[in-house]
């Protein structure tokens, strides 16, 4: 089974809302341009339904050829599905998603899933991981945004 986890936060004022967030599946069995397909179908209706103004995507960096293939054409599959909703996308690596949400870049996975549930006050850290992972780049897009923003207003005054 392939797995995407995917999260919708919204921003008020200071507050961060868990709107939505989960994964999507895929058998195992099925074929390559088949899971692509109910990979995009899933994330239209994801789009359709919580109606983001924007989405961030990671960029994956793989050891594995193989992984490296599958994973750059799911993501590929999301990208498509938000270009074909009009929305705008942002990348950013495991790297900046780290810094962002915890302030330090080589952060273990438990410490990025733990600031997710305290910075969603949350009662628990999402599950499966793959949401969890989702959530942290929602809130890693969140911030940059807010940054971008504070040094736009900087620079204009």
Same mark, same amino acid.
């Given at each position: ?10 921003? %008020? @004022?200071? +507050?961060?809302?868990?709107? @939505? &967030? ?8 099925? #074929?390559?341009? /088949? $899971? ?13 339904? /919580? /109606?983001?103004? +924007?989405? =961030? ?13 599958? !994973? *750059?054409? =799911? ?16 990348? &950013?690596?495991?790297?900046? !998603? ?5 302030? &330090?870049? $080589? ?15 949350? @009662? ?7 949401? =969890?992972? =989702? ?7 969140? *911030? /940059?945004? #807010?940054?971008? %923003?504070?040094?736009?207003?900087? @620079?204009?005054?």
């Amino acid at each position: 089974m392939a797995v995407m986890g995917y999260g919708v936060v919204e921003a %008020k @004022d200071q +507050e961060l809302i868990p709107i @939505d &967030y989960g994964v999507v599946t895929t058998p195992a069995s099925a #074929r390559p341009a /088949q $899971r692509l397909r109910t990979l995009y179908h899933s994330l239209l209706a994801i789009i359709e339904s /919580q /109606q983001p103004s +924007e989405v =961030a995507v990671e960029l994956f960096v793989a050891r594995n050829l193989r992984t490296a293939l599958v !994973v *750059g054409q =799911a993501r590929g599959v999301a990208l498509l599905a938000a270009a074909n909703k009009g929305l705008p996308v942002a990348e &950013y690596t495991p790297l900046q !998603v780290k810094q962002m949400v915890s302030g &330090y870049g $080589r952060g273990s996975k438990q410490q990025i899933q733990e600031m997710v549930r305290l910075l969603l006050g949350l @009662d628990l850290v999402p599950q499966p991981d793959d949401a =969890a992972d =989702a959530l942290a780049v929602a809130i890693c897009h969140i *911030g /940059q945004s #807010r940054l971008s %923003k504070l040094l736009a207003a900087q @620079d204009e005054e």
